[in-house]
């Protein structure tokens, strides 16, 4: 079957998929654990399309920023936000960081000692 993704977020070690077909939680219960496939984009690039240029909030709804960038590193993937006063931030994609991405981006800066508001 098919579904329409309406966002992901990260969730320890799994992606919690927002999906517009499952109104219930009977209906999401059964499909806890399965796979997902994108027939659009290969699902490796599905996250670092979507992300690029979306406007990133932290948690107290404040605008950070916009990603003009995703590093790839050994350890974990980065973003790259560029602030109004035309600094960069990096961003862990790490769940204790990113919580969720949709039509904007929704991140958790407590823990992150280099972020300055």
Avoid: C, W
């Avoid at 690039?45 to 107290?60: A, G, P, S, T």
């Amino acid at each position: 079957m098919e579904y329409t993704l309406l966002s992901a977020r990260p969730h320890k070690t799994n992606i919690l998929l927002k999906l517009a077909e499952i109104t219930s939680l009977t209906a999401a219960e059964k499909l806890r654990g399965q796979k997902a496939e994108s027939a659009v984009k290969p699902p490796d690039k599905i996250l670092y399309e979507d992300v690029r240029q979306k406007k990133v909030y932290d948690q107290n709804e404040n605008f950070i920023g916009s990603v003009t960038d995703v590093l790839q590193t050994p350890a974990h993937d980065i973003l790259v936000v560029r602030r109004e006063n035309n600094k960069e931030i990096l961003i862990p994609l790490l769940p204790n960081f990113v919580k969720e991405i949709s039509a904007t981006i929704k991140v958790d800066l407590k823990n992150l000692e280099e972020y300055s508001a």
